[in-house]
C-alpha cells in the first residue's frame, strides 16, 4: 500500500477510571505530535454509543486509515472497537488497542507521574506498530448440522431432545452401559415429587424414539480434531469403532458422589451415603428409627475446598420421604450451612423443620464423631457435646468429578478447574460456553447441579449450539499463522510444538496451516528456525517497531 | 401466525436471551420499561467471585443488542394487553413519550448541562442528583436523553425550554405523544427481574431514620467509579453534611452580598444582615468541626436476610446476598486499606461454583470477621453512630458493637409489575409472588408460548439467570419454529 498513514488516536476518560489518575487532555496533545498522527480525541467512554460514533466520524472527516484506541482492556471491548471500524469502512485489523487503564491508572494510581509517562510510552509504541498493520481478512467454512453430546444423565438426554426438536440431528454418546446417568439410581425428585425412575424412563423412551437422535451406549471417545462447524470425532463402542463430522459439541458428562472411604466410620451398612438411602427408599427397606445426617462429609475440607451446592436440599428431600415410611422416625441433621437457597428449597427447608427434623449445626473445628450406634457432637447453641442415638448415619458427600475428566479434558482441549470440573469461558457471562469455539457445557460437569438446573443448564447449552448449527458457514478471522513456503525446510518444528496439532506437511512437502482450525497462539511463529512462520496481526516489523519506539523517548 | 419473538425486561437475563434469538436468526423485539437496558446488573459495581467490574462485562452486550440486525429494542415501554395463543400473540404496546426525538438526539449531554430542575437520580438509588432532562447511565443504551415529564418546568406549566434552545441537534420535541402500538409475536419471554425490598418497613433496623444505615444495591454505588461519590467510600451522614455545608457556604456569599450592597447604598441599618452572617459563619464552622470528627469510614458491618428468611416478611433466601456481601467486603478494602468488615449471617450460602473459595479468601486475606447471628436491633450511640445488637451463636454472647456503615443484604422480592403482567398474560405465580413453572420444564410457565428465566423465576445469581436465559431462548426457539 502506497497511500499516505494517517492513524487516529481516541484517549478514554473510563469516566473516572482513567481521567482521575491520568491527564487526558496532556496525552491527547502529547499524541497529536506523534509521526502519522492526524488527530487525537478524548472520550468520557469510548464504548459508549457516543464515543463510537465519534471514531466512525473521525475516520471520515480525516480520512483516516489507522485507528488507535487507548482505553481499557482489549479482552472486552476489542471486539467493539473493531466493529466500529468496520462501520467506519476500515479494515478491522488496521485497529490497535492500548490499555491505559489497567496498565497505568490503576496499578500506577499511587503514582501519577509515572502512569502518566508510561501512558505516553504505551501510545507511542501503538503508534509506531500501527504504521505496520495490514488489512487481514476474514475466512468462511461449511457447518456440519449435527451435534455430538456426550454424556446421557438428564443434561446430555436433555440437550439432545432439545436439539432434535428444534430439527438438528444429534449423536449420543454414554460410557456406560445404559442411559440415565446419576439418576437411575436415585429415588425421587423434590419438590416436583416424581419417581426419578420415572423422569428417565421418559427421556430414554424419548431418545429411542428420536428419529433425529443416534445414541451409542458403552461408547468412549478416543479423538477430537477439527473446529467449530466442522468437528472430526472418533469413538469406540465395544469393538467397533466410530468417525463422524459434527459441527458442534455438548460435555455433559456429569459427575459421581465421592464414596467416603474412610470418613465418619462409613460401612456401607450402618454409615452409608445419601445415594445409599435412596436405593433403600426405593426399595421401602428402612428400619432405623434413630436416623443421623451428617452434612458436608469430604466437602469443604482442605483437599475438597468446595460447596457441592445440592447435598443439603437432597439430604432434606430424604429427610421428608423417610418421615413418608417411617412416621415416628427421630431425625437428625448435623450441618455447617444449610444451603436452601431460593423459594422453593427454603420452603422445603421449612417443612421439614414442621416434620420434626432437627437441625443441628457443627462445626469445623469440632466434627461429629460416628460410634457404635450413637453420634457425638458439640452443640453449640447448648456450649456442650451431646450423644444422638443413631440406628443408621447418612453421610452426604460432595458430587465430584469423574476419573475420566482429565482425559475427556485432553481430548476436547478444553480446560479443568482446581476440582476437575470443566471450566466455562467465563464465570458470569458465558456459564454455559467453553472458551474453545463450538464446545458447550452442562449438568455436574460444570459443577454440581439439581436436576432442575441441570435440565436448565441443557436447554441453554443447546440454545448456545443453535447459535452455529442455524448457519450454513461461519466466518472466522484470519489472525492465524501461515507458512511461506519457499522459507520452509520441513523441518517438524511446527508439528512438534502446535498444541492443537493443526500444522501437516502437505503434498508438496512443505508444512501448512489450516487457518480455520489455528488457534492463533504463535508458538510455531516463535519456534521456526527457518522464520518460515508469520502471524500478520504480530509481525516481527510490527514489534520491532513498537520496541524502536519505546527506546527513542 | 409470527416467527418472532418479544422479550419482556432488558436486564441481563432479557439480553442474553434476545442475543441468543438474534444469534440464530430469529427476529427479536427487546422491551424495556426504563429509558435504557441494563437492569439491575448495570448498577452493581463488580461482580462476585471473579471481581469483574460490572458495567464493563455487560457493556459490550448493551451495545450488541443494539447493533444487532435482528433485534429491535423498544425502551422507555410497557406492555398493555395480550391476546392469541403460542404461535400467534398479538401484543399491544405502549411506547412512553420521551419528548426527545431519538434519531436526531446525540447524547452530547449539553442539555443536561444546562437544566435548571435537579432531582434524585433514581439509577443511583437516590444518593446522587440528575437534571430533568437526563440520559439513565452513562452506558445507558439507546444512548439518548429524556425528558422526565413530572419534573420538566415546561410540563408544570412553567417557563423554561433552555433544553430546546441548547439543543444543536433540534432533538427537543414537548409535543411528543405516548404511541400504542401492536406487534405479533409467536412467543414472549418473561424476564422482568425483580425488586429489592425496602426494609423501612423493619422499624428494628432503623433504615430510613438512621442516616448510615443503606441497602447493599446502594452501597454498590457509593462504591461504583461513576456513582454519586466517584467511588469515593463515604457515608451519607457525611455527604449530607457536606451537602448542608455548600448550602450554607451559598447562603453566607448571598449574605455577604447583601450586606455590601446595604453598606454601599447607606441606607438603614445594618445589624440585621450583620447578625444574620455571624450566624451563618458560626453553623458553617460547627459543620465543618462535625465533618472533621466523622472521619473516614473505617469500621463497615453487612447484616444479612434482611426481609429474607423470615416468616414476617419473606420466607425466601435471596440466593446471592452471602455472596454480594462477602464481595462488598472484599471490594471495600481497595477503597481504604484501613477498612475493617464484619458480616452478620444466619447460614453462609457460598454454595456456587468457587464461592466457597472466595468466601475463605475474604477472611484469609481480607480480614473479613464473620458473626453467626441475626442482627435483632440497629440504632444509634450517643455520636449518632449506628449500633448493632445481635447474639454471636459461636461466642453465645449478645454482642453491641458501633459501626461507620451498616449495609443491608435486602430480600430479593418479585418486581411490581409481575402481577400486572400475571393477569394480562395469564400465567400463575408461585407462592412467594414469582413467576411460577413447571418442575420438569424449569423456564415453562403455565401460560403456553410464555417463558421465563432470570430473577423473574426467583432469586437468583448472574450465572444462573444467563443460563436460564439461553435454556428460555431454546424453548421459544422451537415454538416458533414450529417443531416443539
Not at chain 1, 440431528?169 to 420415572?198: D, F, Q, T
Not at chain 2, 426527545?100 to 433514581?122: N, R, S, Y
Not at chain 2, 473459595?357 to 450511640?381: H, K, P, S, T, W
Not at chain 2, 409489575?417 to 408461585?430: Q, R
Amino acid at each position: 500500500m502506497n497511500t499516505e498513514l494517517r492513524i487516529g488516536v481516541f484517549i478514554c476518560h473510563c469516566g473516572i477510571n482513567i481521567a482521575g489518575v491520568l491527564d487526558i487532555k496532556g496525552l491527547c496533545e502529547y499524541a497529536k505530535a506523534l509521526p502519522n498522527v492526524v488527530t487525537a480525541q478524548a472520550n468520557l467512554f469510548t464504548c459508549a454509543e457516543t464515543g463510537t460514533s465519534a471514531i466512525k466520524k473521525a475516520v471520515k472527516d480525516n480520512n483516516l486509515n489507522r485507528v488507535v484506541v487507548a482505553a481499557c482492556t482489549p479482552r472486552t471491548h476489542e471486539p467493539l472497537f473493531r466493529a466500529s471500524c468496520k462501520e467506519a469502512g476500515i479494515n478491522p485489523f488496521l485497529f490497535e488497542m492500548v490499555n491505559i487503564r489497567e496498565h497505568c491508572s490503576w496499578v500506577h494510581r499511587h503514582n501519577k507521574d509515572a502512569a502518566q509517562a508510561k501512558a505516553g510510552d504505551l501510545i507511542r509504541m501503538a503508534v509506531a506498530k500501527a504504521a505496520f498493520l495490514e488489512p487481514i481478512e476474514t475466512f468462511k467454512s461449511k457447518v456440519e448440522p449435527l451435534t455430538l453430546v456426550i454424556g446421557s444423565g438428564i443434561a446430555g438426554m436433555t440437550s439432545a431432545l432439545a436439539l432434535a426438536d428444534q430439527g438438528f440431528e444429534v449423536i449420543l454418546i454414554e460410557k456406560e452401559e445404559n442411559m440415565g446417568g446419576l439418576l437411575r439410581h436415585l429415588h425421587k425428585i423434590a419438590p416436583a415429587n416424581v419417581a426419578a425412575s420415572e423422569l428417565i424412563e421418559e427421556k430414554i423412551a424419548a431418545i429411542k424414539k428420536n428419529k433425529r437422535i443416534k445414541y451409542f451406549t458403552s461408547a468412549i471417545l478416543e479423538e477430537v480434531t477439527g473446529y467449530v462447524g466442522n468437528f472430526s470425532v472418533r469413538f469406540s463402542c465395544g469393538n467397533d469403532s466410530y468417525t463422524c463430522k459434527v459441527g458442534v459439541i455438548i460435555v455433559a458428562t456429569g459427575g459421581i458422589p465421592l464414596r467416603p472411604e474412610g470418613l465418619f466410620n462409613y460401612d456401607g451398612k450402618n454409615v452409608i451415603t445419601q445415594s445409599e438411602l435412596e436405593i433403600k427408599l426405593k426399595k421401602r427397606d428402612i428400619e432405623a428409627k434413630s436416623i443421623v445426617m451428617i452434612q458436608c462429609a469430604g466437602a469443604r475440607i482442605p483437599e475438597r475446598n468446595y460447596c457441592s451446592r445440592i447435598c443439603c436440599m437432597v439430604a432434606i428431600k430424604n429427610c421428608l420421604y423417610l418421615k413418608d415410611i417411617i412416621k415416628d422416625a427421630k431425625i437428625f441433621v448435623l450441618f455447617r450451612d444449610i444451603q436452601a437457597y431460593g423459594v422453593e428449597n427454603e420452603a422445603l427447608l421449612l417443612k421439614a423443620r414442621e416434620a420434626g427434623v432437627r437441625f443441628i449445626r457443627y462445626r469445623p473445628d469440632t466434627p461429629p464423631v460416628v460410634e457404635n450406634g450413637k453420634v457425638k457432637i458439640y452443640h453449640p447453641a447448648m456450649g456442650k457435646e451431646i450423644f444422638l442415638p443413631a440406628d443408621l448415619v447418612v453421610l452426604s458427600t460432595p458430587i465430584v468429578a469423574h476419573d475420566d475428566a482429565e482425559s475427556i479434558s485432553r481430548i476436547l482441549k478444553v480446560p479443568i478447574n482446581g476440582n476437575k470440573f470443566f471450566l466455562e469461558a467465563h464465570a458470569k457471562l458465558s456459564p454455559l460456553d467453553f472458551a474453545f469455539n463450538g464446545i458447550y457445557l452442562c449438568g455436574n460437569a460444570r459443577y454440581p447441579a439439581t436436576v432442575r438446573e441441570a435440565t436448565c443448564q441443557a436447554l441453554g447449552a443447546a440454545s448456545r449450539a443453535c447459535i452455529t448449527l442455524s448457519h450454513d458457514t461461519i466466518e472466522r478471522v484470519g489472525t492465524v499463522a501461515s507458512v511461506q513456503e519457499e522459507l520452509c525446510s520441513t523441518c517438524f518444528t511446527c508439528i512438534k510444538v502446535c498444541p492443537y496439532n493443526v500444522p501437516y506437511i502437505n503434498e508438496r512437502g512443505r508444512a501448512e496451516i489450516e487457518p480455520m482450525q489455528c488457534q492463533g497462539c504463535g508458538i510455531c511463529v516463535a519456534e521456526c528456525p527457518a522464520e518460515a512462520i508469520e502471524f500478520k496481526y504480530i509481525s516481527d516489523k510490527q514489534i520491532m517497531a513498537a520496541c524502536e519506539a519505546l527506546l527513542a523517548s | 401466525m409470527s416467527k418472532d419473538v418479544l422479550v419482556i425486561g432488558g436486564g441481563i437475563a432479557g439480553i442474553q436471551a434476545c442475543l441468543d434469538l438474534a444469534d440464530q436468526g430469529i427476529t427479536v423485539y427487546l422491551l424495556e420499561r426504563l429509558p435504557s437496558i441494563g437492569g439491575k446488573m448495570a448498577q452493581l459495581d463488580k461482580t462476585f467471585p471473579t471481581n469483574d467490574c460490572s458495567i464493563c462485562i455487560m457493556g459490550p452486550k448493551l451495545f450488541e443488542v443494539e447493533r444487532h440486525p435482528n433485534t429491535h429494542l423498544l425502551t422507555y415501554s410497557e406492555v398493555e394487553a395480550v391476546d392469541g395463543e403460542a404461535g400467534n400473540f398479538m401484543v399491544k404496546i405502549k411506547k412512553k413519550a420521551r419528548y426527545i426525538d431519538e434519531d436526531k438526539c446525540t447524547a452530547c449531554g449539553l442539555c443536561a448541562e444546562k437544566c435548571p430542575v435537579i432531582v434524585p437520580d433514581q439509577f443511583n438509588m437516590g444518593l446522587g442528583t440528575r437534571r430533568a432532562i437526563y440520559k439513565y447511565f452513562p452506558q445507558g443504551i439507546p444512548s439518548v436523553y429524556t425528558i422526565d415529564d413530572s419534573v420538566c418546568r415546561v410540563f408544570q406549566g412553567k417557563k423554561c425550554k433552555i433544553c430546546a434552545k441548547i439543543c444543536e441537534a433540534e432533538a427537543i420535541d414537548y409535543e411528543q405523544k405516548d404511541i400504542v402500538f401492536e406487534l405479533n409475536v409467536g412467543a414472549i419471554i418473561v424476564a422482568t427481574g425483580f425488586e429489592v425490598f425496602d426494609p423501612s418497613d423493619i422499624k428494628s433496623y432503623g433504615y430510613g431514620t438512621i442516616a448510615d444505615v443503606i441497602t447493599a444495591l446502594e452501597f454498590e454505588r457509593l462504591l461504583n467509579a461513576s456513582g454519586p461519590t466517584r467511588g469515593h467510600l463515604e457515608r451519607p451522614s457525611s455527604l449530607n453534611i457536606k451537602a448542608e455545608i455548600k448550602q450554607t457556604e451559598k447562603k453566607i456569599k448571598k449574605a455577604k452580598a447583601r450586606l455590601k450592597s446595604l453598606e454601599k447604598k447607606n441606607q438603614g441599618s445594618t445589624d440585621e444582615a450583620r447578625k444574620t452572617l455571624a450566624a451563618l459563619d458560626e453553623r458553617l464552622s460547627g459543620l465543618k468541626a462535625k465533618e472533621a470528627a466523622l472521619g473516614d469510614v473505617k469500621d463497615i458491618a453487612f447484616v444479612q436476610c434482611v426481609g429474607s428468611r423470615d416468616l414476617r416478611y419473606n420466607a425466601h433466601c435471596c440466593s446471592y446476598g452471602c455472596m454480594h456481601s462477602v464481595k462488598e467486603a472484599i471490594v471495600s478494602t481497595e477503597h481504604g486499606s484501613e477498612i475493617r468488615s464484619t458480616i452478620f449471617f444466619t447460614d453462609m450460602r457460598a454454595y456456587g461454583k468457587e464461592f466457597h473459595e472466595y468466601f475463605l479468601r475474604g477472611g484469609a486475606e481480607y480480614g473479613i470477621q464473620f458473626v453467626r447471628g441475626r442482627v435483632a436491633e440497629i440504632n444509634q450511640d450517643d455520636h449518632g453512630r449506628p449500633v448493632i445488637w445481635c447474639e454471636d451463636m459461636d461466642a453465645r454472647k449478645v454482642k453491641k458493637l458501633p459501626f461507620d456503615l451498616i449495609v443491608l443484604a435486602t430480600a430479593c422480592v418479585p418486581s411490581k409489575g409481575i402481577e400486572k403482567l400475571a393477569n394480562i398474560m395469564g400465567f400463575d405465580s408461585d407462592q412467594s409472588g414469582f413467576v411460577k413453572t413447571d418442575p420438569n420444564k424449569p423456564t415453562t410457565t403455565s401460560a403456553k408460548g410464555i417463558f421465563v428465566c432470570g430473577c423473574a423465576n426467583g432469586p437468583m445469581d448472574i450465572p444462573s439467570s444467563v443460563s436460564m436465559a439461553s435454556a428460555a431462548a431454546s424453548m421459544a426457539a422451537q415454538t416458533v419454529k414450529g417443531l416443539g
